[in-house]
């Protein structure tokens, strides 16, 4: 169950409106990394686990929290839409101004009525392909570290882009949450892999993983830079093997010869295929 209440988890109110600002706001609503993005993935993922604890618990923390960070967001991109000038109507607004006001989203005004919408800056609507929620909570919850990286990546770049003090105060408030969501990530995963090792998934029988290139890096660039890692030298991370370096790896299997298809599939005749027919015509050399 779920209980709204109507004060704000922080406060979020501009100083001035910025319809342009409004626009760039909606990348971390409703964009990939956005806060719609984590609040149903949290969600889903702690409705996934099958029983009760304490990851269930802080996923289901978290995921409440960043729904009052949606909410927060859609008041401030909002309150920045407030007297956002009709540029048809308004013959006396400056050329400047008018180019300036340009750059905002015409859906704000058309669609959504002076509102935020589940879309990004770009005005794509979010999709549920971004979220993550598999029922492993070691891979889950890396994927969750990842988000919040990319999402305090996002807003610190906004927070650079308005000297708007209002939109920079909510922001500093996104920022410092995302600090304590990646710590907090990290530090569920760190418990976890204590538990089950650092491969996901762990319970996996090592008798049908092919162990001979389990913990083999593949040199498949020019140079041998990649060698100087400490992923191709020593014991592995997860302790169970020693890592190799190959620097010319060769091919485990031949080329592949596929079948012709069948007449009624209409594919290019397996005549016209033929490596001689690839070879140019001497009178042309």
């Not at 209409?266 to 490596?275: D, G, H, W």
């Amino acid at each position: 169950m779920f209980y709204h209440v109507k004060e704000l988890q922080y406060r979020a109110k501009p100083d001035r409106p910025d319809p342009v600002f409004a626009r760039k706001l909606q990348e971390v609503l409703g964009g990939q990394f956005g806060e719609i993005s984590v609040a149903l993935q949290y969600l889903f993922q702690g409705w996934n686990v099958r029983g009760d604890g304490k990851y269930k618990d802080l996923l289901m923390d978290t995921g409440a929290e960043e729904l009052a960070h949606i909410e927060m967001l859609a008041t401030m991109i909002a309150r920045l839409l407030d007297g956002t000038p009709d540029l048809e109507l308004d013959d006396s607004i400056h050329p400047v101004v008018a180019a300036i006001i340009g750059g905002s989203n015409p859906q704000h005004t058309i669609v959504s009525g002076l509102g935020a919408m589940p879309a990004d800056s770009n005005g794509n609507r979010w999709t549920a392909n971004y979220i993550i929620a598999s029922g492993n909570l070691l891979a889950d919850f890396r994927h969750n570290l990842t988000a919040e990286s990319q999402g305090r990546l996002q807003v610190a770049r906004l927070y650079e882009q308005t000297n708007d003090r209002g939109v920079q105060d909510m922001l500093s408030w996104l920022i410092a949450r995302d600090t304590m969501h990646q710590n907090q990530w990290y530090a569920a995963i760190r418990e976890l892999e204590e538990k089950e090792n650092i491969v996901v998934p762990s319970t996996f029988p090592r008798s049908l993983e092919k162990q001979e290139v389990a913990y083999t890096l593949f040199n498949y660039s020019k140079g041998d830079e990649s060698a100087k890692g400490r992923w191709a030298h020593g014991t592995s991370m997860d302790g169970l093997g020693v890592f190799n370096y190959v620097n010319r790896p060769v091919a485990f299997a031949k080329a592949p010869q596929l079948k012709p298809a069948p007449p009624y599939i209409f594919n290019t005749p397996p005549e016209a295929l033929r490596k001689s027919d690839d070879l140019p015509d001497p009178d042309t050399i």
